[in-house]
């Protein structure tokens, strides 16, 4: 049974601080993905990595980066935190390209910068 | 460039009643086609999802969806909805020439009432 879990299910941060986010899969993926959600907007995605050291923008990069050291860990980083970054934070991992392979999401992490 | 639009931001239905949520896509390239559930404080798991072949497909917990070339839906049916269905759906489609992406819809939050 794949399993994504992730650091914090609730985090609150200043403005102002470098907040870490982390993502833990533990299928062997080499996809890795976060996502973060908001409401009415559903889920827009922010970076992914198609391998260790190998990442790609998605479509809201700004005010982050991510780091994948290992294969199976991929973290992502508010460099900044703003009040703006304030949302729910999804980590997402699949074998493969979307249509063949399902991704597989952790529970999330709701994060509040104040 | 691919957008998902779902028409419905809640849909309220009573128990055992039928259920439809309308999902319209816009590509300018062949797509994959998903539909996934998020329950209350849990990530996204996948529902069904359409790659090719029967345009009908079949998903778990009793739901299934058509796909619609002409009319680029791809809607989500269930015939009988229990209260355990309260959650949110999201539409999703995955460009065939690029596959590690998925664009997701706004969502759909459905309340099954006793």
């Known amino acids: 049974d794949v399993k994504v879990t992730q650091s914090s299910r609730y985090l609150v941060k200043r403005t102002g601080e470098k907040v870490f986010l982390e993502c833990v899969q533990d299928m062997d993926h080499e996809n890795m993905f976060w996502y973060r959600q908001d409401p009415g907007l559903g889920l827009r995605l922010i970076y992914f990595s198609y391998d260790v050291k190998m990442k790609e923008k998605g479509d809201i990069p700004e005010g982050y980066s991510v780091s994948r050291e290992k294969k199976e860990r991929f973290s992502l980083i508010l460099e900044s935190a703003s009040t703006n970054q304030t949302s729910m934070y999804l980590c997402a991992s699949s074998y493969g390209g979307a249509g063949t392979y399902e991704q597989y999401f952790g529970p999330g992490t709701r994060l509040t910068v104040t | 460039a691919q957008s998902v639009t779902q028409l419905d931001s809640q849909v309220p239905v009573f128990e055992e009643a039928p259920v439809e949520l309308r999902c319209n896509y816009s590509s300018s390239v062949s797509v994959y086609l998903f539909w996934y559930v998020q329950y209350p404080n849990q990530g996204l798991q996948l529902l069904l999802k359409?790659?090719?072949?029967?345009?009908l497909v079949k998903g778990i917990n009793g739901f299934e969806a058509e796909f619609n070339k002409s009319q680029t839906s791809f809607h989500l049916r269930k015939p009988s909805v229990h209260i355990s269905d309260t959650a949110e759906y999201f539409c999703?489609?995955?460009?065939?020439?690029?596959?590690?992406?998925?664009?997701f819809g706004s969502g759909t939050r459905l309340l099954v009432r006793p």
């Open positions: 359409y790659l090719s072949g029967s345009t």
């Open positions: 999703a489609v995955s460009p065939m020439d690029s596959s590690y992406k998925l664009i």
